[in-house]
């Protein structure tokens, strides 16, 4: 295979896993956190940011780079990871997620989804087949499956029509896989229903593929309810294979997901909330526009070590925010990737020390604490 896991150590008190996925460009440190580059940028970092950082595996969509610049032009230049000047691993999403969130302007047949772009109203098709021939263009080193997320509340008889075409398409993504240089992962739909979503981990994993991947959540259930229904579910997945959480999350979303055995992990979190002046802290949330820090010297994170935290006071970020100013999107990026990939480097050796429960929990009692003083 093009893409092989590499189990190291489950932690003795959870089903925390260490491992390694090894790819063609590089070994991928596991439980991972993807920063997500849309449309082959993460926003408002850089290629040499994100080296810096220690990001191993870079996100990107088919959806958004099928529309701009087209996959055609991506290819003719040598493929995403040289049109982007990333050396290591990427991952692109199939586009099944525009099929929920672009709800309002797409159509779904047995054929695929038919979408209204939203750059220019053109009418555009996603099939599986096409959704694995534009990902092999572009040369992801994983490639994911098209499938439909439908709403985790749908009701439960659109929910099994939804989960049967996902399978049918999961069929033919296969069949379209050339097994090149991309591993194809398949996708487990199926909402809260624990029942479903057993019946789907089965129909899913009898496709011999290099990973499996759970959907479908954070899409307006409550923490909890995925929490729990993440934890009945991620277990069910084979243990010899890497296991994907897409879209998902928090800081204690990840770390009670890493706990029922997931590995890899995506979210536009960090960079959005970093892009309105919210930044993750090691003492809660930190909103850099609130007027309080007008004149604050600190650090906006005493314990991060991050270039913006060695470097900056709340009351200069607070002044970038205030005047408009773009370095207050980098500097608030690079601090809260640095948080989020720090997570996942301190959940790895609590791990490999079989201390990974007391780590968790400590994550939680910082996130639910007091939010930063001033």
């Known amino acids: 295979m093009s893409v092989r896991f590499e189990r190291l150590h489950v932690d003795a008190g959870t089903r925390a896993r260490r491992g390694r996925l090894h790819t063609p460009h590089g070994t991928v440190e596991t439980p991972v956190f993807m920063p997500v580059g849309t449309q082959a940028t993460v ?60 709800a309002q302007n797409r159509k779904i047949t047995e054929e695929g989804a038919s979408f209204q772009s939203h750059l220019d109203g053109s009418r555009w098709m996603l099939t599986p087949e096409r959704s694995i021939q534009i990902q092999e263009v572009l040369g992801a080193d994983v490639i994911m499956a098209f499938d439909e997320c439908a709403p985790s509340r749908s009701e439960r008889r659109y929910m099994e029509e939804s989960l049967a075409r996902t399978t049918r398409w999961l069929h033919r993504c296969a069949a379209a896989w050339t097994r090149g240089r991309s591993a194809l992962f398949g996708i487990v739909q199926g909402g809260l229903d624990l029942e479903l979503r057993r019946r789907h981990v089965e129909e899913v994993c009898a496709v011999e593929l290099p990973g ?21 579910v991620a277990v069910l997945l084979p243990a010899d294979r890497p296991r994907y959480l897409m879209g998902v999350g928090t800081p204690v979303d990840l770390v009670t997901a890493m706990a029922a055995g997931v590995d890899m992990f995506d979210c536009v979190l960090p960079t959005r909330c970093a892009r309105n002046g919210l930044l993750f802290t090691h003492l809660g949330r930190l909103n850099l526009r609130n007027a309080t820090h007008a004149r604050d010297e600190r650090a906006p994170d005493p314990e991060c070590g991050c270039y913006t935290c060695r470097t900056h006071s709340r009351a200069y970020l607070r002044h970038l925010f205030a005047a408009d100013e773009l370095l207050a999107l980098r ?32 994550v939680r009692r910082r996130e639910s604490g007091r939010a930063p003083s001033g």
């Open 331 to 362: 500097l608030a990026t690079l601090h809260n990737l640095h948080h989020y990939l720090e997570l996942m480097r301190g959940a790895r050796a609590a791990i490999e020390e079989d201390r990974y429960a007391a780590f968790a929990e400590d």
């Open 43 to 102: 926003k408002a970092v850089g290629q040499d940011d994100l080296r810096t950082l220690g990001a191993e595996i870079l996100l990107g969509n088919t959806y958004h780079l099928m529309l701009r610049p087209g996959e055609e032009l991506v290819g003719a230049l040598g493929g995403l990871h040289r049109f982007m000047a990333w050396d290591r691993a990427l991952l692109t999403d199939s586009g099944g997620f525009q099929v929920y969130s672009l």
């Open 212 to 232: 499996y991947a759970l959907g479908g959540y954070s899409v307006g259930e409550r923490p909890e309810e995925m929490h729990a229904s993440v934890a009945d």
